[in-house]
């Protein structure tokens, strides 16, 4: 029941709770539970929206799920039907009149962070969405938006609880933030990928920034997907004091009508606007086409748009373009691997996890996973992989399994767009792969052989790639999501049909126009110094046109041949990554080293290990917990407690704050770092425990989401991070009086306290507690932080600290405690 929302310009409504404020609701209250007691206001609000010019308008559910029960004080479908009823009632009366008009079901964060950040588990938010989707579904939704969401996994949950509940069509919106990416680091085109990968019928963009700065994200997300794109900004940034919006009705207009003009499709607004608005951007949308801007700006457009784009595979936070040769690292493999088939029927996922740290970091873009053991059940460890995988790395992932049922759990809890390898020609295998690859939207690596085996002519691949690519277009796969594998054979055995393989590469390059990928090291099978002939045929290959070579990355003969081929095909501008690579390398016999000497990475004190995997920094900022563990019990050998403390575990934190910071590191990494230091906390605290010596706490803080405030996930964060650089939290919870606050820096001579308020309802609360505990504990400092404060509105409520993060509280703690 999919629409295409990219044949006109559709109005959406703009903001519920500015017009529930204005209908008198409490500052404490939530429009959830306001709108629940005063139902007629709700459909009041929506009627207002209609007659402004909306055409499809949001029911009032956004706040509703399993996990808010207590606000909503009866059963959750009772709560949806009431919502429900209220916008389908405005809607059928608008029908009446010969409006016509759809009912939007709003899905919003759960209100608990997902794994591997929170303790949520992927199938329970599932769950927790497919509840509100039922819901919806029965009481009368045209279709459901997911909108305000900062995690991507979160809405994919999210996506498939509306796909395979309801079959009605979905829109999804994310908030980001001013450097182009959400809270938790998710980009435009990892959103936009996947998103159309799963077949959403609109992508865009809600809250947190106004108009004028959300325009030229907007426009690249326009460029960025071929689905319709949506908008719907606040009406500019809130003023913390009065909670008031910033632009007027006028320059919200002015700005909208850029967004139109630039083929953004379906235009709203978020928090502060109303109806004058809406029916501001109605008119503006009669005006253009009437001076014949055409609707949006075209669907073969959009469409052809996606030619340029090509190959691409993400994470939720990194996206891997395949327009240079790509290097797919192949050792997460257990063929031919004693080590790691014991590790996997052990369970010992630390080995394997750096088996992907190794890859990564020898310049691997891709990694390969495959758990293909006899006796493991795949359905079940090839997911459980990815979820560890993805936890510690934004490095893309390709799904490697025969395995139909095993594919379809892995692609379902991976956070991104994959790989799948692989089909073949044979067509049953395609008629269960196929369609596995199209729900996920995965990309899909096709090898040439099929019932009879692998064909001994190039021209005989050829046509099998051929049969693989049209079936894939069959499923609606798109065609440059098609990776062709003409298959490596033995040198030693079958020495004629080398070149038939780099033939049918050339060929399928040329003739189909689809990507190749090849697994490079079976050339070599029985012959001395196999090395020598991966590289020379990896060379010969890439000149027929080899994009995604499947290979050892840890062997730098290989990896040094690939960054050689990029700067010489001039694919690697500038020789960018080549320079980036070798400017400061000098090669002695066999292997790379950094001019300079020692193969030290930048942390300087890093312990050299053979391996690696003992080094401490290493295993923190990859969020190796038991690594970290083995390090921690090694170094206290030599260590007294708190010098490891100091030099080693908070340095590493340190750095992965840095990369934090800058961009490079996002929040998920962050925590499963901070969760791998806590690992190393443990060891040491249990050792002073027993030796009887002081806490290793470097200081007490006391931490609260204030008074009228129920959002704590940004005070759950700093909780973690703090704890992990070894500061005792008194975490006091959500909704917290100024009294309670006091009382227990009072009792425990607290030194540092920090508030979280993340409504600009509740900021008000917020600067009464830190006047009452400046008037009851005057040396005690204080920080705050949450998503409506500014450095300047700190300041004017007497904060000592203002944490535009999390890392920045931990700044602040170090001030205070020294
Ligand atoms: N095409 C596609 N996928 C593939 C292959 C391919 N996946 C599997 C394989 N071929 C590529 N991956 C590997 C993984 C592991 C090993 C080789 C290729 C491997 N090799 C050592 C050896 O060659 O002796 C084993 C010993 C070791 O290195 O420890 O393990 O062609 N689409």
Known sequence: MAIDFNDKIYILDGAMGTMLQRAGMAPDETTTQFGLEHPRIWKDIHSQYIDAGADIIYASTFGMNRFKTEELDRPLHEAVALAMKAACEARDEAGDKGRAVKVALGIGPLGELLEPMGTLKFEEAYEAFTDLVTAGKDNGADLVVIETMTDLYEVKAAVLAVKENSGLPVMVSMTFEDNGRTFTGVSLEAMAMTLEGLGVDAIGINCSLGPVEILPMAKELRELTSVAVFAKPNAGLPDPETGKYDITCGQFIETMKEYMQAGINMVGG???????????LAECRDELIKNGVPGAAGKEEHAAGKEKRGLRI?????????????VIGERINPTGKKRLKQALLDGDMDYILNQAVEQIDAGAEILDVNVGVPSLDESAVLPDLVKKLQAITGTPLQIDSSDPAAIEAALRVYNGKAIVNSVNGEPDVMDDILP?????????????LDGDGIPATAEGRFAIAERIAARAADYGIPEEDVIIDCLTLTASAQQKEVNETLRAVKMVRERLGLKTALGVSNISFG?????????TFLAMAMECGLDLPIINPNEEEMMSAIFAFNVLKNVDENAARYIERYGEAVMEPGRLVKKGGGAAPDSGQAKDT????????????????AG?????????????????VNDFLIPALDNVGKGFEKGTIFLPQMLQAATAAQAGFDVIKTRLAESDKESVSLGE????TVKGDIHDIGKNIVKVIMENYGYRMIDLGRDVPAEKIVETVVERDIKLVGLSALMTTTLKSMEDTITAIRAAAPDCRVMVGGAVLTADYAERIGADFYCKDAMKSVEAAQEVFG
């Open 628 to 644: 970290t563990v083995a390090a921690v019990e090694e170094l206290l050998e030599s260590h007294d407690e708190m010098e490891l």
């Open 314 to 326: 993400c994470s939720g936070t990194d996206v891997v373009h395949v327009d240079h040769v790509t």
């Open 436 to 448: 596995v690859v199209k729900k996920y939207g995965a990309a899909v690596i096709g090898l040439t």
């Open 270 to 280: 978020c928090c502060g606007t109303t109806p004058e608005y809406i029916a501001g």
């Open 701 to 704: 803080v006391v931490i609260a």
């Open 610 to 625: 053979a391996e690696g995997d003992g080094d401490i920094f290493c295993c923190i900022e990859k969020g190796i917990k």
């Open 527 to 535: 012959l001395p110094m196999r090395v020598i002939i991966n590289r």
